[in-house]
Every structure is written in structure tokens, then in C-alpha cells.
């Protein structure tokens, strides 16, 4: 791989240009004083121009060998063609384009050496210096452009060596970093920042994203590192279609190399040269890392060690996506027992302490009633007797909701049973009720109470947005798990657009995924709306 | 006179309708109850007529009970008072061997006429709850002439097991309009409206995952 001058070897640059001057020019016996003044004039100013040399740009750099070869050239022509002044140093510039590791600059110098040589000769006719003297030129140009490619190789192993050295201590220490984080960092988020920063640095590239699923159509930037990437944190993209969606929909690491033909990758990045790599725990996917534009590296294009080092990171996120995920999901299933709980509690309460009260009261009133006079007193307590009646059905109509008593003593179908003909009742909706599990039989507590709730939000959506003309429901075994679709003919939407959140269906899904199922939406504009649950039952 | 024993775990409600009873000149309440063995000891006790249970008890609930109640006294009639309107609990407890079911908000003005009822050897269910009962007995399967070509009953099947059109098309290697216009020709041939009506009508014909 080249050296270039204009990088960051210029103290090896000036050191090589030293070696070689050293070695070319004190050996010659033939050169007067003049030439080895000027020698080392042109050689102290090369080495203080490599100080600045990378503040310079390429073209005007090139100005410095060339002109020195053209002055070469106008010192022969004024000399009548004899070998004087710096003239013969012309080896100096070879060597200097020799050393900036630019084959095609090297031709440049080595064509204008030749046009130094013949045009004097054409213009002047043959040199009057001795024959053999041109062939110490010939030598010193031809040594110099020999250690001028040695020294060049030489550095550029010694620098490849360094910077692989480098980079795995870099690798070490940064997989040691986010292997630490993992242990100590409870926070999900500033471990996904870790991990992309030093994927980013690592891997040289322009950005480094990291994308998790958001519902069954996103994905949404849980953690970015360059290109102003953090204002991206929190948005969504589409799963569907894209190259992120595919890796993680495959579960396999995806590569597209940079180059004209190559359409910009994403939108949101520009990317051309890019790497996807999904995050896997236990055979699924549950997220993926995105890496876009090698900037600083070898190549444009991410090469198999990168995309290597990419899918060690990608694993040791995926622990930590699957840690937090596991995590949020034993507090969500506590909040989710505790408040089925407390509602039981309610529903309890109410029904058996504050309905008694009102039986009672209502018992209390009818004696009385009875008791009086046939006159308005009378109808007065009737009416009081009325008004307990329907507190005590608001109360039943409240422990219903609140959790049916019958979900806990008959199970599931009875429940829905119940819920469907009241919601009919309440609605004017009917309902067609399947179930085709017997009446009697039982499915876990946390199952029957998912379901159930379920079926409670998907005929609220109903009553609320659909307007249709019938709905049902139908719950059915299917090969060891229990399938539930809620379904109508009504208006329907589509599932794809951000509607979803007023919908309660993120909920819905959140009760799903803690029992392992999955949660199918199909919808669109007129075609009504089916809502298919599947959740394993052990 | 009917003799009839009242059993709730709330005293006040006991108290109430002891004091209803009490109005009346044919019926009397000879006891009271407090929880499932109390009044399974009263009822050998006094042989009532009648008894008044709750169905919700803390410990053992009054459906539990009524198969001991009914062994050791064959006379005697139970008329159920609950605050539980679900359908299921009625069909239980007149399996279980009750003559009546009563909603306690409408205990006071019914009780009476209820307890009267029974004990003449009749049956009583609050009306509204009646007509429940009846929308709730299962209908009797309408097994049809099967219409259905073959690719119409693999749709039907795997709408039956609960697939969206979506999963149905690409089973069956077919486009979702086709699955949806498949659903639509099933319906009408059938003459059904709903999902659960072809899952229904699925199971009628044995097919796959009806």
C-alpha cells in the first residue's frame, strides 16, 4: 500500500530523503563545489518543506520537483549543454516522487527528466562533457529511485504493522469496554451509544447505527454514533423493504460495496458502502446494527474482518437487548398481574360488601314501605327502593367490568359469552361468539385473562372507530396453542399507519409478547378489520 | 305456613329479609345462617320448607352446597338469591338442584311471589334472566349440502384455524385478492356473515380445524 508524503509520515519522509540524499550525493568525486552547495541548499529546503509539506496542496506540491527539473533544464540550455551548477542533481526530484508513492506522478517526473536530457541535446546538439561521464547520471537516478521505493516499502510496512497492532489493542480494549458496560450499565440505551461509537471508530466508518424493532412494520434508531446521528435516536424507519428490515428478517449480515453503480442506501444516511448485521439471541433476531461509509481505512468498501468485528458487536448488544427486553418484561407482567389482581380485588369488594349494602338497604326500605300507610310516604320509599335497585346494578355493571367474577369461577368462554352479549346489549353490534373449546375447559389464569382483556379493547376499537354492520369472535385450539380473532366489517385502516397508537394495540401486543405469542393486524380503508392472536399454551 | 331458613354471609341482609318474610302472613323465618355448615346444621335442625341461599359465601359457596342440603333434607325446596346475573350461574345452580334463581336487586319486590312459587312446588327465575338462559343454549348444528369447491374448503379450513388472508395467501400459494375474494364466495354460498358462522359451519362438515 503507498505512502503517501502529504500523510502523517513526515518525520519517516524527511529521514528517507536524508538516507538517500546521503547515499546518492557524498559518494561522487566528479562534483564540484558549486553542485554540492546547491545540493544541500535543495536538500535542507525539501526538509523543511516536509514540515509544512501537509498544509500544502497536492497540485502545488508537485510544483516543487517539476520546477526544480525545469530549472535544471534552463541551467543546461544557458550553459551550452555542460553538466554545471544543480543540473546534475537532477536524480533529487525522482527521488523525491519516488518516495510520494504516486505511480502516475512518478511518470510525470520521469518523462520531464528525459525532455531535461534530450531537449538541451536537440536544442544544442551532443554534449561536449566526455562520454562516459552521462552514466553517473543514469546511475544516481536509477539508485535513488531504487531506495526511494525501498524506503517507501519499508515504511509502509513498518506503518501497516504498527496501525494492525494498533487496531487490535483498539478491538481488545473496546470489546473489554462494552464486555464491562454489559456487566455494570443497567440502562439500555447508553450501552447501544457505546457499542456503536466504538464500532464506528474501529470499523472507520461515517456512521454507525443501531436499530431495534418497533412494532411489526419499523424499526426505530436506538442508538447512533456520527453524522449527527443522535437527532436521528427515536426515530422510525420502515422495516419493510429495507436492506435493515431484510438482514434482521434473515438473520443474516448483509453487505453492499461502495461504487457508482450503487444507488445511495438509505435515505436517512446517504450510505453507499455499508454493512447490516443483525443482532441474534437464541436464534432470533431482535435487532440490528447498521454500518455506513468507510471513511478512514483501506478501502472504501468494509471488508470481511470488518464485517467480522461488526458481528462480535452485533452479538454482545444482542445480550444486552435481550437482558433489557427480559427485564422489561418481568416488570410489565408484574404491573400487568398487580393490576389484574387489584382489580379482582375491586371487583370483589364491590360486589360482595357494597352490593349486600344495597341489598340490605333495599331489603330495609320494601319492610318499611309495606309497613306505611297507602299514601305519598309511601311512594316516596318505593321510589328510593327503585333508585337502590339501579345503584345496584351501576355496581354489578362495575365488577364486570372492573373483572367478571365468572372469567375466575368458569373460565374463559363463559366470560366471553358474557362480554359479547353485553356488548351487543350495549352497542347494538351483534357479536358472534366461537369458541371451540368446550365451555368447561380451563387455559392457564394469565392466558384466559390476556385473551380476555384482548377481546375487551378489540370490541371497544370496534364500537368506537369501525361501525360495522356485525362482528365475531372466535377462539379455537391449533396445534398446541390457542388462536383468537376478533373481527368485524366495518371501516377498517391501515395497519401500517402511525393510527395504530390511539388503538391500544401497542398494549395488546405488550400482553402477547409476555406470553410468547403473536399479534396479526389486517386491516385496510373498507375491508374491516381482523385482529388474530396466537399464544402458545404449555 | 311456609317455613323458610335464610342463608347469607351478610347479617344485614339477612336482617332485611327476615323482616320482609315477617310481613307476610303465609311465610315465616324460622333461621338464619351465616355460611354453608351453619346452615347445613340448621337445616337438620328445623326442617324447612324452604331455603333462601346466597350463592357467594366466603369458605364453601351455596352452589357447593346444595348437593348435601338436598341429600339429607329430599323436601326441601332451595331458592337461590344472588347478586351473580351471568347466565352460567343459573343453569349451575338448577343443575345442582335448585327450584328458583332470584337477582338480589330485585329481591324485594319478587321475594315474596317467589318464595310462594317454589314452595307450591314451582319453578322461578327472574324473567329478564330467563330470557338470557334461552339466548345462551347452544343451537342445534345446521349441517348443509356441502356447496364448497375443494380450493373454497382449504380456505374455509385455514380460516377456521384462526389465519388472516394474508397467511392464507401465501399458504395456499395464492394472491390475498384471491384469498379475500375466496372468503367472499364462501360467505355468500353459505349464506354467512361472519368468521365464527364459517367456523361453525366448518366443524358441521368436519373439515380440518373446524
Given at each position: 500500500m503507498p505512502v503517501k508524503l502529504a500523510d502523517r509520515s513526515v518525520p519517516f519522509t524527511v529521514l528517507g530523503v536524508g538516507v538517500a540524499f546521503a547515499l546518492v550525493a557524498l559518494p561522487a568525486p566528479d562534483r564540484n563545489d558549486g553542485e554540492i552547495a546547491g545540493a544541500a541548499v535543495l536538500g535542507v529546503s525539501l526538509v523543511a518543506l516536509s514540515f509544512c509539506?501537509?498544509?500544502?496542496p497536492r497540485t502545488t506540491q508537485l510544483v516543487v520537483p517539476l520546477g526544480y527539473l525545469a530549472l535544471a533544464a534552463l541551467l543546461r540550455l544557458s550553459d551550452g549543454g555542460a553538466a554545471s551548477g544543480f543540473g546534475g542533481l537532477y536524480f533529487l526530484p525522482i527521488l523525491w516522487l519516488a518516495l510520494s508513492g504516486d505511480r502516475r506522478e512518478l511518470l510525470i517526473g520521469l518523462v520531464a527528466l528525459t525532455l531535461v536530457e534530450i531537449v538541451p541535446i536537440i536544442a544544442i546538439g551532443a554534449p561536449r562533457y566526455p562520454v562516459d561521464s552521462w552514466r553517473p547520471g543514469v546511475v544516481r537516478v536509477s539508485v535513488a529511485t531504487i531506495i526511494g521505493f525501498t524506503i517507501q516499502q519499508l515504511l509502509a510496512e513498518t506503518r501497516a504493522r504498527a496501525r494492525d497492532a494498533t487496531r487490535w489493542s483498539q478491538r481488545l480494549e473496546s470489546l473489554n469496554e462494552v464486555g464491562n458496560a454489559l456487566a455494570t450499565e443497567t440502562k439500555l440505551q447508553p450501552l447501544l451509544a457505546l457499542v456503536a461509537a466504538r464500532l464506528r471508530e474501529l470499523l472507520g466508518a461515517r456512521v454507525v447505527a443501531v436499530l431495534l424493532p418497533d412494532g411489526p412494520h419499523k424499526l426505530r434508531f436506538a442508538a447512533v454514533a456520527g453524522a449527527d446521528g443522535h437527532a436521528l435516536v427515536g426515530t422510525k424507519v420502515s422495516r419493510d423493504g429495507t436492506r435493515s428490515g431484510l438482514a434482521l428478517d434473515r438473520s443474516r449480515s448483509e453487505r453492499a460495496a461502495s461504487g457508482p453503480g450503487e444507488p445511495p442506501i438509505d435515505a436517512d444516511f446517504g450510505g453507499r458502502a455499508s454493512l447490516w448485521v443483525p443482532l441474534v439471541v437464541r436464534d432470533r433476531s431482535i435487532g440490528v446494527i447498521s454500518v455506513h461509509d468507510k471513511v478512514d481505512g483501506d478501502g472504501p468498501d468494509f471488508s470481511d474482518d470488518d464485517l467480522r468485528l461488526a458481528e462480535t458487536f452485533a452479538s454482545r448488544a444482542a445480550v444486552a437487548v435481550d437482558l433489557s427486553e427480559r427485564v422489561a418484561r418481568d416488570s410489565l407482567q408484574r404491573v400487568v398481574e398487580a393490576q389484574e389482581i387489584e382489580r379482582q380485588r375491586l371487583a370483589r369488594e364491590l360486589h360482595d360488601q357494597t352490593g349486600q349494602t344495597l341489598t340490605s338497604i333495599m331489603l330495609g326500605l320494601k319492610a318499611v314501605e309495606e309497613r306505611l300507610p297507602d299514601d305519598p310516604t309511601r311512594g316516596a320509599v318505593a321510589a328510593l327502593g327503585q333508585q337502590v335497585a339501579s345503584a345496584m346494578q351501576d355496581v354489578r355493571r362495575i365488577a364486570l367490568e372492573l373483572r367478571p367474577k365468572v372469567l375466575d369461577d368458569y373460565g374463559l368462554v363463559s366470560a366471553l359469552e358474557r362480554l359479547t352479549r353485553t356488548f351487543s346489549a350495549r352497542t347494538g353490534i351483534p357479536v358472534d361468539l366461537e369458541a371451540r373449546l368446550s365451555r368447561d375447559e380451563r387455559l392457564p389464569a394469565e392466558i384466559e385473562t390476556a385473551l380476555y382483556r384482548i377481546v375487551q379493547e378489540g370490541l371497544t376499537n370496534i364500537a368506537k372507530h369501525a361501525d360495522p354492520t356485525r362482528a365475531s369472535v372466535l377462539v379455537t385450539p391449533k396445534n398446541g396453542s390457542v388462536v383468537l380473532v376478533v373481527e368485524d366489517n366495518g371501516n377498517g385502516f391501515d395497519p401500517a399507519a402511525a393510527h395504530e397508537e390511539g388503538l391500544g394495540i401497542d398494549g395488546m401486543r405488550e400482553r402477547v409478547a409476555l406470553l410468547e405469542g403473536r399479534l396479526t393486524i389486517e386491516s385496510g380503508k373498507e375491508a374491516g378489520t381482523t385482529l388474530v392472536v396466537e399464544v402458545p399454551v404449555n | 305456613m311456609i317455613r323458610v331458613l335464610i342463608v347469607d354471609d351478610h347479617a344485614v341482609v339477612r336482617a332485611g329479609l327476615a323482616l320482609l318474610l315477617g310481613?307476610?302472613?303465609?311465610?315465616?323465618?324460622v333461621g338464619e345462617a351465616g355460611s354453608v355448615d351453619e346452615a347445613i346444621a340448621q337445616a337438620a335442625a328445623l326442617?324447612?320448607?324452604l331455603v333462601l341461599l346466597d350463592l357467594t359465601m366466603p369458605g364453601k359457596t351455596g352452589l357447593k352446597a346444595m348437593p348435601g342440603l338436598l341429600r339429607e333434607n329430599p323436601q326441601l325446596k332451595v331458592l337461590i338469591l344472588s347478586m351473580e346475573d351471568d347466565p352460567r350461574y343459573v343453569r349451575e345452580a338448577f343443575a345442582a338442584g335448585a327450584r328458583g334463581y332470584l337477582l338480589k336487586e330485585a329481591a324485594a319486590n319478587e321475594v315474596v311471589g317467589a318464595i310462594r312459587e317454589v314452595a307450591a312446588g314451582g319453578r322461578y327465575v327472574h324473567p329478564e334472566l330467563g330470557a338470557r338462559l334461552i339466548d345462551t343454549e347452544p343451537d342445534a348444528e345446521k349441517v348443509r349440502v356441502d356447496p364448497l369447491s375443494d380450493r373454497e374448503r382449504e380456505v374455509l379450513a385455514l380460516l377456521a384455524l384462526g389465519h388472516t388472508n394474508h397467511e392464507i395467501a401465501k399458504q395456499l400459494f395464492i394472491s390475498v385478492r384471491t384469498a379475500e375474494a375466496h372468503r367472499a364466495h364462501i360467505m355468500k354460498k353459505l349464506n354467512l356473515g361472519t368468521r365464527a358462522e364459517l367456523v361453525r359451519y366448518a366443524h358441521a362438515q368436519d373439515l380440518p380445524g373446524g
Open positions: 509539506w501537509r498544509r500544502i | 310481613g307476610e302472613p303465609d311465610m315465616e323465618a326442617a324447612p320448607d
